[in-house]
């Protein structure tokens, strides 16, 4: 027994393996051509997690999968190191191996080894057993990788798919764990469509020439388009790069092979006024409202999109302030499911001039309605001037009043009746912001309240920097 036992000890030191359960790594590989180590370390396999996967799974190319496990370790053949042992490899995740095994599906480097013809695959095809024993006359070589070559994978389901690998050496009845590789990932599931990255684009008015609707920042600035009268901004729809349908190692997809176009509507305070285009479509003409509008756009609509805004020549509005939003409701291709909308601010424009707040104006309540007026005392026109309900005790509004302009030696009236229907909102009571979109030099605002009793009082306004 003592002599057998110092036979056992002189074989698996000349195995010259690392010690037991010495950890390794994956070093190279592949699934359908598809490189898992374009830079330094392992980059999973990326399968769109919108792509429909059938009851069957998706299959990997046989002819073209493989992965190389690194022994820490080399083995050494220069001496008579002729035991056998077995290396395991299993599959975690929704996944397993797809077809038959042979002793060629698992070569070393320099292909100094012959299997004894016994593989060994489990009942739920996860995990794969070769036993293999070492070619004689090989002196001076070493093993330094097995490869589990020209192989197919499996995956049934959306989740991540990991295979470890274990390599164990029985001499004289000892079983020793030489090589551990463990669980590591090699196929996930990530979303191929790019959440817009475009921040809302403020188009708030900064130069001192007071015109209705300018750009923000120099004509450089994103979502600048022809100066001071057209603002736009792009929808920022893209992929995320890499990401493929299935396992068959068909190109990255793009855009236009998961959608086919989208459904967008258009929200803002002056669609139709400001006739709002995107990605250089018109709105469907019997969705066009003063403040929607719905859109018909294809993928490649989608990838360059633009919502741009315009008043430009002698139909040029006033502009009121506010958020254009965008709401895709996505057409996916056959074979494709994904979200069912994707909602982005766009464009926020903010007002230029001078404001003016009154306080908590009633609104044609029960106990009080108040009265705006505005005069002008200078000597050019002022205007346009909009109307905005700020906090509220009601609805939030979803308009604002404009008066197109002031005559000088003149004055304007409104009661809080009309501005409550051009709001639209249930308040009673809310605070008022009134901006002069012009020189405000010789305005005066006042708001005049009389109460369910008679009793009348007056405030005059002062006026604030400018707005935004």
Do not use: C
């Amino acid at each position: 027994m003592t002599k057998k036992l110092l036979l056992a000890a002189a074989a698996l030191g000349a195995l010259a393996f690392a010690g037991a359960g010495q950890a390794a790594d994956i070093t190279a590989g592949k699934i359908s051509t598809v490189n898992l180590f374009p830079v330094a370390d392992l980059v999973p396999y990326a399968v769109a997690t919108e792509a429909d996967i059938a009851a069957a799974g998706i299959v990997s190319t046989a002819g073209s999968t493989d992965l190389t496990i690194g022994l820490d370790s080399p083995v050494n053949l220069a001496a008579d190191a002729v035991a056998p042992f077995a290396v395991t490899f299993t599959l975690t995740g929704p996944a397993e191996f797809a077809g038959p095994f042979t002793q060629a599906n698992l070569v070393a480097a320099n292909g100094a080894i012959a299997t004894t013809g016994l593989v060994v695959m489990a009942a739920d095809k996860k995990s794969v057993t070769f036993h293999v024993e070492y070619k004689g006359g090989l002196s001076g070589s070493n093993i330094n990788a097995l490869t589990l070559n020209n192989i197919a994978l499996k995956v049934t389901g959306k989740a991540d798919v990991s295979i470890a690998a274990q390599a164990n050496v029985t001499i004289a009845g000892f079983t020793q764990t030489v090589t551990n590789v463990a669980a590591t990932k090699i196929v996930q599931f990530k979303p191929v469509l790019k959440a817009s990255t475009t921040d809302t684009y403020n188009a708030m008015a900064m130069l001192p020439d007071f015109k209705t609707f300018k750009v923000a920042g120099t004509a450089a600035a994103p979502g600048s388009a022809t100066g001071d009268t057209v603002i736009s901004n792009a929808l920022g729809l893209s992929v995320n790069a890499g990401i493929r349908k299935d396992l068959s190692g068909a190109a990255a997809l793009g855009l236009g092979d998961v959608l086919e176009g989208a459904e967008a509507t258009v929200t803002g305070p002056q669609v139709k006024a400001l006739g709002a285009t995107l990605a250089g479509e018109t709105p469907v003409a019997a969705s066009l409202t003063d403040t929607s509008a719905v859109y018909e756009l294809d993928a490649t609509d989608l990838a360059a999109g633009t919502l741009v805004l315009s008043n430009v020549g002698a139909g040029a509005v006033a502009v009121h302030q506010g958020v254009y939003s965008v709401d895709l409701e996505p057409e996916f291709k056959t074979g494709f499911t994904g979200s069912a909308t994707q909602s982005l601010d766009l464009v926020t424009i903010g007002l230029d001039g001078t404001n003016f707040y009154a306080p908590w104006f009633a609104l044609n309540n029960a106990s009080a309605n108040s009265t705006l007026r505005l005069a002008n005392n200078g000597t050019a026109a002022i205007g346009p001037v909009i109307v905005s309900l700020k906090a509220s005790n009601g609805t939030a509004a979803t308009g604002s009043y404009t008066i197109p302009s002031i005559a000088p030696g003149t004055f304007v009236s409104v009661t809080g009746s009309a501005l409550k229907t051009a709001f639209g909102t249930t308040a009673a009571n809310g605070d008022l912001m009134v901006t002069v979109q012009s020189r405000a030099d010789g305005m005066s605002a006042k708001v005049r309240t009389t109460q369910s009793n008679g009793q009348i009082y007056e405030n005059s306004l002062g006026a604030t920097p400018p707005a935004n």
